[in-house]
């Protein structure tokens, strides 16, 4: 299998219309505005899996984050990506991914339009070694109380207050 950094990643215009495919390595040097899926794993009582990012990510290397996911392959759709992410990063598969909603966010390293799911599964997970450090649920709240003290993503702490507001709304 070839190297992460040369898988090839979908890439995208502002407005989320496909425009070519080049180096997940090339689109990190070039800034290029690509796709991601994000899935919020919850177990059954309502906690929130966060993970901590290892050292060797290549954007926010051991920062929290409060979303399983990754980017999107080349010719590969938004809900293919979230299932293969969350089966590579947490080993779990054949649940029920329900999509919430598509996002764009940018800041000086990364670009990429995000389509957020949920999911509920109470683990045990397998960890990928090479992704993920550690893991733990908590509270949605308490996620967002750590995040005052410890590095989160940001892109996922603006995805977790949106679906909480989105719950508080119901």
Same mark, same amino acid.
């Given at each position: 299998?070839?190297?992460?950094?040369?898988?090839?990643?979908?890439?995208?215009?502002?407005?989320?219309?496909?425009?070519?495919?080049?180096?997940?390595?090339?689109?990190?040097?070039?800034?290029?505005?690509?796709?991601?899926?994000?899935?919020?794993?919850?177990?059954?009582?309502?906690?929130?899996?966060?993970?901590?990012?290892?050292?060797?990510?290549?954007?926010?290397?051991?920062?929290?984050?409060?979303?399983?996911?990754?980017?999107?392959?080349?010719?590969?759709?938004?809900? #293919? @990506?979230?299932?293969?992410? $969350?089966?590579? +990063?947490?080993?779990? %598969? =054949?649940?029920? /991914?329900? &999509?919430?909603?598509?996002?764009?966010?940018?800041?000086?390293?990364?670009?990429?339009?995000?389509?957020?799911?949920?999911?509920? #599964? @109470?683990?045990?997970?397998? $960890?990928?070694? +090479?992704?993920?450090? %550690? =893991?733990?649920? /908590?509270? &949605?709240?308490?996620?967002?109380?750590?995040?005052?003290?410890?590095?989160?993503?940001?892109?996922?702490?603006?995805?977790?207050?949106?679906?909480?507001?989105?719950?508080?709304?119901?």
């Amino acid at each position: 299998m070839s190297s992460p950094s040369e898988e090839l990643v979908q890439i995208v215009d502002r407005d989320d219309r496909e425009i070519g495919a080049v180096s997940r390595r090339l689109m990190r040097e070039q800034r290029l505005i690509h796709r991601a899926a994000y899935i919020l794993v919850f177990n059954p009582e309502g906690e929130l899996f966060i993970q901590k990012r290892t050292m060797s990510k290549d954007v926010y290397p051991g920062y929290w984050d409060v979303a399983a996911g990754g980017v999107v392959l080349a010719g590969e759709s938004y809900e #293919a @990506a979230a299932a293969r992410e $969350l089966a590579e +990063e947490l080993g779990i %598969s =054949g649940v029920p /991914l329900e &999509p919430l909603f598509t996002q764009y966010y940018e800041d000086g390293n990364n670009r990429v339009w995000g389509r957020i799911f949920r999911c509920v #599964a @109470a683990g045990p997970f397998v $960890l990928q070694a +090479e992704e993920v450090e %550690s =893991g733990q649920f /908590l509270a &949605p709240a308490a996620a967002l109380a750590l995040s005052g003290a410890e590095p989160f993503t940001p892109d996922g702490l603006i995805v977790l207050r949106k679906v909480l507001a989105m719950a508080a709304a119901c």
